[in-house]
């Protein structure tokens, strides 16, 4: 790979949900809208899903303010301009299925919060960004098949 990146950052499937330009999410909205999508507070100060049946973390939920946690203690002042979803490479259980599950909250989320879905560059989210992601996963899971001694 000639880009020279690290390898984390090929491990990591990223989308931002931004509030709108001149506005903020806050906190009890925010959290409110997390915790609709059976998200939960944790580990790292900040949102998992969690599969109910193997209690693995699917994915998770980060403020796009530095240092990315989220201050449950102060609500009210909470404020952010953007979450950060993201799924960590290899995903326990169904990858392809954990990141629809990622879309699908993400997607519901910036709904109820009135924010807009972006790719890892901040561009707009579109089909073949979405597309690219499946790919990225595929070709993981094809990378981690080549690496097991036989």
């Known amino acids: 790979d000639p ?3 690290p390898s984390s950052a ?3 499937i990223i989308i931002g949900v931004l509030a709108k330009t001149g506005s903020v999410f806050n906190g009890s909205d925010l959290v409110e809208a997390l915790r609709g999508q059976g998200l939960k507070f944790g580990n790292m100060s900040i949102f998992h899903r969690v599969d109910t049946v193997t ?3 699917q994915f998770s ?4 303010l530095e240092p990315g ?3 449950l203690a102060d609500m009210q002042a ?4 953007g979450i950060t979803f993201f799924l960590q490479l290899p ?3 169904d990858a392809f299925e954990a990141l629809e599950d990622m879309l699908l909250s993400a997607r519901t989320v910036a709904a ?3 924010g807009e879905m972006k790719d890892d560059q901040m561009n707009n989210l579109t089909g073949q960004t979405v597309e690219h992601m499946r790919q990225r996963l595929a070709d993981f899971a094809r990378k981690q098949l080549t690496k097991r001694p036989l």
Do not use: I
């Not at 939920?61 to 796009?64: K, Q």
């Not at 909470?78 to 301009?81: D, K, P």
């Open 69 to 71: 946690t989220f201050d």
């Open 61 to 64: 939920v980060a403020n796009a």
């Open 112 to 114: 109820a919060l009135g």
């Open 55 to 57: 209690q693995q973390q």
């Open 78 to 81: 909470l404020e952010t301009s």
């Open 3 to 5: 880009r020279g990146a």
């Open 91 to 93: 995903v326990p259980g």
């Open 10 to 12: 090929d491990e990591l």
